[in-house]
T-cell receptor
Framework: DTEVTQTPKHLVMGMTNKKSLKCEQH?????MYWYKQKAKKPPELMFV???????INESVPSRFSPECPNSSLLNLHLHALQPEDSALYLC????????????FGPGTRLTVL | QKEVEQDPGPLSVPEGAIVSLNCTYS??????FMWYRQYSRKGPELLMY????GNKEDGRFTAQVDKSSKYISLFIRDSQPSDSATYLC??????????????FGKGTHLIIQP
């Protein structure tokens, strides 16, 4: 299985809602990543987990809260988002020492109303 | 100056042409250079990576890195309509065996005309 899956594919939420994005991989990768990609822009790194521990937080606002419950799963909890947070949220995974070979999921397209 | 510069295009070429895509960068610590392909509304797909300088070939794709000029290229031979996508260059510095994020270029939107 060489796939990274993300659910849901699309999400529309209000500014007061709480929702979660889910990412799963079964490639034995012990590094997992969240990126944010706005239209016609490159992906921007948000968080990195290595061996289920948060190793990089790129100064992301606290309304985004990552969680890595086990080596196959990565969640991104969302609360009190702003319309400017609307974007494609991409999950990726890799072996920790092989970060140049990151496998990306299809993304969750988030719209904040 | 942005860390990675890439012309967003669009770049439109006829089927069968050789395509040249390029990125320049400013961070001399970058050692790993990747090319990703992203179709509309999909996640990026890794095409190739190169470590340090040199060339790498995989089928119709050739990646080149010139660290002295801080310039990388991706060549696509015998281009096909199915190659139409956005091509993102990405880079990272060595991280001592740990996990690290990638720094992406803006992406070049490529259109192969049948």
């Amino acid at each position: 299985d060489t796939e990274v899956t993300q659910t849901p594919k699309h999400l529309v939420m209000g500014m007061t809602n709480k929702k979660s994005l889910k990412c799963e991989q079964h490639m034995g990768h012990r590094a997992m990543y969240w990126y944010k990609q706005k239209a016609k822009k490159p992906p921007e790194l948000m968080f990195v987990y290595s061996y289920e521990k948060l190793s990089i937080n790129e100064s992301v606002p606290s309304r985004f809260s990552p969680e890595c419950p086990n080596s196959s799963l990565l969640n991104l909890h969302l609360h009190a988002l702003q319309p400017e947070d609307s974007a494609l949220y991409l999950c990726a995974s890799s072996y920790p020492g092989v970060s140049h070979e990151q496998f990306f999921g299809p993304g969750t397209r988030l719209t904040v109303l | 100056q942005k860390e990675v510069e890439q012309d967003p295009g669009p770049l439109s070429v006829p089927e069968g042409a050789i395509v040249s895509l390029n990125c320049t960068y400013s961070n001399s610590a970058f050692q790993y250079f990747m090319w990703y392909r992203q179709y509309s509304r999909k996640g990026p797909e890794l095409l190739m990576y190169t470590y340090s300088s040199g060339n790498k070939e995989d089928g119709r794709f050739t990646a080149q890195v010139d660290k002295s000029s801080k310039y990388i290229s991706l060549f696509i031979r015998d281009s096909q309509p199915s190659d139409s996508a956005t091509y993102l260059c990405a880079m990272r510095a060595p991280s001592g065996g740990g996990a690290d994020g990638l720094t992406f270029g803006k992406g070049t939107h490529l259109i192969i005309q049948p």
